[in-house]
């Protein structure tokens, strides 16, 4: 059985600092360790330094706070490597969805060509032109497509082809309806049955290794409460359906979780919901 290796990123592209919020130190204390190895065997790895943000728009790419993104993405990158290189399985925690260019970047330098299941309530599609703040979280998914500027200095344009990205749940677009990216919103997710939906979308790239993205604001922020919520999202075990669906592919090689707010759980129970969601998605 695949050793989960866990790996805690606590980068937020707006620049707000691991001491204020903290969503990988905050899901061990509450248990998600200790209940992922009720059912298989898991490594903490720790969590990257987080250098600070310079607050700015970089003066010839308008990207926010580039600086920092380009050192995570380098630190990400490599850890991902190592951990892909030994047999193990990355369940990387964010941080926001930023952090995903690193991950990319780590996956592709082991695996080669890698597949993208995005999962995510925003199509995270901007460009430095479009987005408002210049946020990094606005824009991944454009990056890792070619379309934005590439905080991995070590691979220059695209990391992954349209046709190898699939997105699930997305309230909205971003602007991702413009580009020949396969994408079954929140709306056609749920029309008819969830399985059969996911299944037929996941085995448009059938033959690669697949990263799972997974941004908990797809989930409804009636049960997860976010920064930037959009729309009705999906219902707990609506997730669960999903994320468990294209796990059982078997061609996952590892998953990030993104955008979780501790500081936005007053009562506790977005924690308690999430912690029950993976350890069912990922009980082997
Ligand atoms: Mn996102």
């Known amino acids: 059985m695949t050793e989960l290796h866990f790996l805690g990123v606590p980068f937020n592209s707006d620049g707000t600092p691991p001491e204020v919020e903290h969503p990988p130190r905050h899901l061990r204390y509450a248990g998600l360790l200790d209940r992922l190895s009720s059912s298989r065997s ?3 790895c720790g969590d990257l330094p987080i250098p600070a ?6 003066s010839s790419n308008g990207v926010l706070n580039w600086p920092s993104w380009q050192a995570v993405t380098g630190g990400v990158a490599k850890s991902i490597h190592e951990i892909l290189e030994t047999g193990g399985w990355p369940l990387v925690v964010g941080g926001d969805c ?3 260019v690193g991950i990319m970047a780590g996956a592709v330098q082991v695996e080669g060509r890698c597949g993208l299941f995005f999962v995510d309530g925003h199509g995270d599609f901007h460009t430095p032109a479009s987005s408002p703040t210049g946020e990094p979280a606005d824009m991944e998914l454009a990056v890792l497509t070619g379309r934005a500027p590439s905080p991995s200095g070590a691979a220059a344009g695209a990391l992954l082809n349209d046709e190898d990205v699939v997105v699930f749940g997305i309230r909205e677009y971003d602007g991702i309806d413009a580009a020949p990216i396969r994408v079954l919103d929140s709306a056609r997710l749920t029309e ?3 399985v059969t939906a996911v299944q037929d979308a996941a085995a448009l790239i059938s033959d690669l290794p697949v990263w799972l993205h997974f941004d908990v604001d797809v989930i409804d922020a009636s049960l997860m409460p976010v920064i930037f919520p959009a729309g009705a999202g999906l219902t707990l075990d609506q997730t669960a359906t999903l994320l468990g669906t294209l796990l059982k592919t078997g061609r996952v090689i590892g998953m990030d979780v993104s955008c979780f707010h501790p500081n936005l759980d007053h009562t506790g129970a977005a924690t308690a919901a999430l912690i029950d969601l993976l350890t069912k998605v990922l009980a082997k």
């Open 42 to 44: 898991i490594r903490d």
């Open 53 to 58: 943000a310079d607050g700015k728009r970089d």
């Open 98 to 100: 930023s952090i995903l």
């Open 192 to 194: 008819g049955d969830l």
